[in-house]
């Protein structure tokens, strides 16, 4: 099976190039640095033990960031990071600098994937949550590098799609040496396509291990001051939006407005940057007086919408904000990270799509600190609801607050899985 898989994804090569030069029109890095993705690159030349850690793109590297964070506490290891977007490369450039060796991930094709692990000479390979590629775990599993997932999950839809393909997917997953899960549901499912029972450790989220430090919490109050002044102004901050949530969110923002007491600012962040310029046109459509984040300053109180269009910034302007909307909800692409908004102590609220974060959704549900959202109405009422009601808003935002704190200590549980082999 994992043979008919490589002979389809060599022929499907010549459609994936074609697809990055046509998102390259509005993301020009998508052309660029295309001999890594083959493995093309300098060899890396240490004597430290190097460790090759597998972020896929901005949430999984930021989800990371405190186990890398703490694996770079250790001199004697050399870290390794790959991602597949741009947005994900530069993020991590911008953050870690030449803390780590950083190149994109080699496509999952034997030539592609020998060639840079003879490159980088890897002792242990880490894969965050569920980006697992069969030729990949199986040419580390021939040169008898361990593969460990950390912070693994598995949604049901996920689940149903790797069974279609068991043949491919239980040995893949029979060849991985440890996996931390997030929780016992997704355990259980792993387990059901085909992961050792014996290699299979409940650790939790290591997104709730994200700490808040006191030189970020005073940008997220100088931030404030320069959206609101010294106001009692609410932000509603509606984050990590996909195509077709924008519209639903502007016309439940424009219901808010016409009951609304306080003047609230609306901060809306588009999920890929290839949106931003035609987010922030949208907005002007609409009627709504708006500015870009990029351009940096203070607001004026006459704009109703600002447009997060900046990258490595959402963390920060969570700080800055009363209300967090968390998008790629309202559409099917089940839902983004809730945990950073809850860490700030925000109420949340979301679309009904949150199979990618079902978990967090249900805990924080069940506290109080979250409610689901199915369209511009049932938005409007409860964004307005919470932007009215402070005491309210304080109430969810604790409760979020406890959900965040309560389930920390996944880093620990994780890093004690690393260090049985490193």
């Given at each position: 099976?994992r043979l008919?898989?490589t002979?389809?994804?060599y022929?499907?090569v010549?459609?994936?190039?074609l ?9 020009p890095a998508y052309?660029r640095r295309?001999s890594?993705r083959?493995?093309?690159f300098?060899?890396l030349?240490?004597e ?18 405190p186990?890398i964070?703490a694996?770079l506490?250790?001199n004697d290891?050399?870290l390794v ?11 991590v450039?911008?953050?870690l600098?030449d803390?780590?060796f950083h190149v994109?991930a080699?496509?999952?094709?034997p030539l ?8 980088t ?5 880490l894969?965050?949550e ?11 599993a021939?040169?008898e590098?361990?593969?460990?997932l ?5 949604s049901?839809?996920?689940a149903?799609g790797y069974a279609?393909?068991?043949a491919?997917?239980?040995?893949m997953?029979k060849?991985l040496?440890e ?8 355990a ?6 085909g992961l050792?029972?014996e290699?299979t450790h409940?650790t939790?989220n290591?997104k709730?291990?994200l ?7 005073g940008?997220?109050a100088?931030?404030r001051?320069d959206w609101v ?18 519209e639903?969110?502007l016309?439940?923002?424009a ?5 609304a007491t ?7 962040v588009?999920?890929h940057?290839?949106?931003f310029g ?9 009627g709504f007086?708006s500015?870009?984040?990029s ?18 910034e959402l963390?920060?302007m ?14 099917p692409?089940?839902?983004?990270n809730l945990v950073?908004?809850a860490?700030?102590?925000l109420p ?8 990618n ?7 924080l ?7 689901l ?8 009422e409860?964004?307005l609801e ?12 604790e ?7 309560g389930n920390?200590?996944?880093l620990e549980k994780t ?8």
């Amino acid at each position: 099976m994992r043979l008919i898989y490589t002979l389809f994804f060599y022929l499907c090569v010549p459609l994936i190039l074609l697809r990055l030069l046509w998102r390259a029109r509005l993301a020009p890095a998508y052309a660029r640095r295309w001999s890594e993705r083959f493995g093309g690159f300098a060899p890396l030349a240490t004597e430290k033990t190097l460790v090759w850690l597998h972020t896929v793109s901005v949430g999984e590297f930021l989800g990371a960031l405190p186990l890398i964070r703490a694996l770079l506490q250790d001199n004697d290891l050399q870290l390794v990071i790959t991602t597949t977007t741009p947005t994900g490369s530069e993020r991590v450039q911008q953050t870690l600098g030449d803390q780590v060796f950083h190149v994109y991930a080699p496509y999952d094709l034997p030539l592609c994937v020998n060639r840079f692990l003879h490159r980088t000479q890897p002792r242990l390979l880490l894969i965050m949550e569920t980006e697992l590629w069969p030729n990949t775990i199986a040419a580390c599993a021939r040169r008898e590098i361990p593969v460990l997932l950390i912070n693994g999950r598995l949604s049901k839809r996920s689940a149903r799609g790797y069974a279609r393909v068991g043949a491919l997917t239980r040995p893949m997953l029979k060849c991985l040496t440890e996996a931390g899960i997030q929780n016992r549901a997704d355990a259980e499912r792993f387990q059901e396509l085909g992961l050792r029972p014996e290699a299979t450790h409940i650790t939790g989220n290591i997104k709730f291990d994200l700490t808040l430090d006191e030189g970020l919490r005073g940008q997220a109050a100088g931030l404030r001051r320069d959206w609101v002044g010294d106001t009692d102004r609410p932000v509603w901050i509606a984050a990590s939006t996909h195509r077709g949530e924008d519209e639903i969110i502007l016309e439940a923002f424009a219901r808010v407005r016409e009951r609304a007491t306080h003047n609230p600012l609306l901060v809306l962040v588009p999920r890929h940057p290839e949106r931003f310029g035609s987010v922030y046109e949208l907005c002007r459509e609409r009627g709504f007086v708006s500015a870009r984040r990029s351009e940096r300053g203070v607001l004026d109180e006459s704009v109703q919408v600002l447009v997060g269009d900046t990258m490595g910034e959402l963390l920060l302007m969570f700080g800055a904000s009363d209300l967090a909307f968390v998008g790629g909800s309202l559409v099917p692409n089940g839902g983004h990270n809730l945990v950073e908004p809850a860490a700030w102590g925000l109420p949340l609220l979301s679309g009904p799509s949150q199979f990618n974060f079902a978990e967090v959704s249900r805990l924080l549900s069940e506290a109080g600190a979250l409610r689901l959202v199915a369209g511009a109405e049932t938005l409007a009422e409860s964004a307005l609801e919470l932007l009215e009601d402070g005491a309210q808003r304080r109430q969810w935002g604790e409760a979020a607050r406890r959900v965040s704190e309560g389930n920390r200590g996944a880093l620990e549980k994780t890093l004690e899985l690393i260090r049985r082999y490193c």
